[in-house]
């Protein structure tokens, strides 16, 4: 059974940091694209990063450099490592499994100003 669960959100004040967990079973995420998307306030859902198997990881522009994605294989965990957060920021996060079409719950973070 696939499954993903999310943790590590919360509130952090503006210039803070964050990592986000993605813990996977039912399938090894290193054969997989892995994705983090964001849904903010009445705003669309929007794309934040993505890993393909060989571990080649690209980032939506208003995070590169900030947001690091990353993944343990071992733990068959992905990661995201959100610095220098902002209040633009704030969002349910989710992980997925681009090619399953499965995504996470989400978790919520919110940066203050």
């Known amino acids: 059974q696939v499954q993903l669960v999310e943790s590590g959100g919360g509130l952090v004040q503006s210039g803070g940091s964050l990592r986000l967990s993605c813990a996977a079973s039912?399938?090894?995420?290193?054969?997989?694209?892995m994705a983090w998307h964001r849904k903010a306030p009445g705003k669309q859902r929007e794309w934040v990063a993505s890993t393909a198997p060989d571990g080649d990881t690209n980032y939506a522009e208003f995070v590169k450099g900030r947001f690091t994605s990353s993944r343990d294989s071992a733990k068959n965990t992905v990661y995201l490592q959100m610095n220098s957060l902002k209040p633009d920021d704030t969002a349910v996060y989710y992980c997925?499994?681009?090619?399953?079409?499965?995504w996470g719950q989400g978790t919520q973070v919110t940066v203050s100003s």
């Open positions: 039912g399938f090894t995420i290193s054969r997989y694209y």
């Open positions: 997925g499994n681009v090619g399953l079409h499965y």
